[in-house]
């Protein structure tokens, strides 16, 4: 009897063993891809890293973004031009890869990776872009000339803490700062731009707005606007700044994108590039007072 359990148990391990697996499983609510990538930056007091990706056959095109890891054993190995493969995993409003494994290490003077969807636009001027602010108003970047300005991009239902609600939290965040600073109120200027124009109608932005500022905000929008504008007015702006975004295959309602904010001079130049959702508001600030 004990010699039957044993030969069970190895069958049991070869069969588990010899499982095809699935391009996509789920468990629960999670679902689960396979992921291969090239790191471009490592963070590891936020346990994120900057990673440009091949395309996650199912879920989303290749493109370079930010993940949190959760293993804390990668720290120690994970480094920038690191390959490495993984697994995404995907739940309600969350995201993390697992199961990493380092493919190739840097090699010994190896130039650095570019980061394909940030272009180096830093001290480009920044085009006339129109768009329809979350009054109704057509407006264009031109109108934010001689003050400083920070843009940034969301859409109203995104579900990720350190997507869009982190990055409408910062500007919420500056926004009062700015307003309690005599120095910055009159000359930084902060806009949010919705790529989502299907759904970020100027009234949806508006209430979004309010929402973030809290219910004793003022309702002027003088510091902080929202802006959307037609498909081919945002795709420019998002292009310009290296902003990659599409639908979630497997959920329309969802969009899957990078982030980008830029901080924009008086004259209305490039002056820095703030990536993923690594800052603060203090730093957003301190970064607009700088472009001053």
């Given at each position: 009897?004990?010699?039957?359990?044993?030969?069970?148990?190895?069958?049991?391990?070869?069969?588990?063993?010899?499982?095809?697996?699935?391009?996509?499983?789920?468990?629960?609510?999670?679902?689960?891809?396979?992921?291969?990538?090239?790191?471009?930056?490592?963070?590891?007091?936020?346990?994120?890293?900057?990673?440009?990706?091949?395309?996650?056959?199912?879920?989303?095109?290749?493109?370079?973004?930010?993940?949190?890891?959760?293993?804390?054993?990668?720290?120690?190995?994970?480094?920038?031009?690191?390959?490495?493969?993984?697994?995404?995993?995907?739940?309600?409003?969350?995201?993390?890869?697992?199961?990493?494994?380092?493919?190739?290490?840097?090699?010994?003077?190896?130039?650095?990776?570019?980061?394909?969807?940030?272009?180096?636009?830093?001290?480009?001027?920044?085009?006339?872009?129109?768009?329809?602010?979350?009054?109704g108003k057509r407006i264009s970047l031109k109108n934010f000339r001689g003050k400083a300005l920070a843009i940034t991009f969301i859409y109203s239902k995104c579900p990720l803490p350190n997507f869009c609600i982190a990055m409408s939290t910062r500007f919420s965040d500056a926004t009062k700062l700015i307003e309690a600073n005599p120095d910055l109120k009159d000359r930084v200027r902060l806009l949010s731009i919705s790529f989502d124009p299907e759904n970020d109608t100027p009234d949806t932005l508006k209430k979004y707005g309010l929402g973030y500022l809290g219910k004793n905000a003022k309702a002027d929008f003088i510091v902080w606007q929202l802006a959307t504008g037609n498909p081919a007015e945002v795709k420019n702006v998002a292009d310009f700044f290296g902003l990659k975004y599409?639908?979630?295959?497997?959920?329309?309602n969802q969009i899957i994108h990078s982030l980008r904010t830029a901080v924009i001079t008086p004259d209305g130049k490039v002056k820095s590039m703030l990536r993923g959702s690594d800052w603060t508001a203090e730093d957003l600030v301190n970064e607009l007072r700088a472009a001053l």
């Open positions: 009897m004990k010699l039957l359990s044993v030969i069970l148990f190895f069958v049991l391990i070869v069969c588990t063993a010899c499982k095809p697996s699935a391009d996509v499983s789920e468990s629960g609510n999670l679902k689960r891809f396979p992921f291969k990538g090239k790191v471009v930056a490592v963070n590891k007091a936020k346990k994120s890293a900057t990673i440009a990706h091949e395309e996650i056959k199912g879920y989303m095109d290749a493109m370079t973004m930010d993940f949190p890891i959760k293993d804390d054993w990668v720290w120690e190995d994970l480094a920038p031009e690191s390959e490495i493969r993984a697994e995404l995993v995907v739940s309600s409003g969350d995201y993390w890869l697992e199961q990493i494994g380092i493919i190739a290490l840097p090699k010994p003077g190896e130039t650095p990776l570019s980061n394909p969807s940030n272009p180096d636009i830093t001290g480009k001027e920044v085009p006339d872009f129109p768009l329809t602010n979350q009054d599409e639908k979630d295959p497997n959920d329309k």
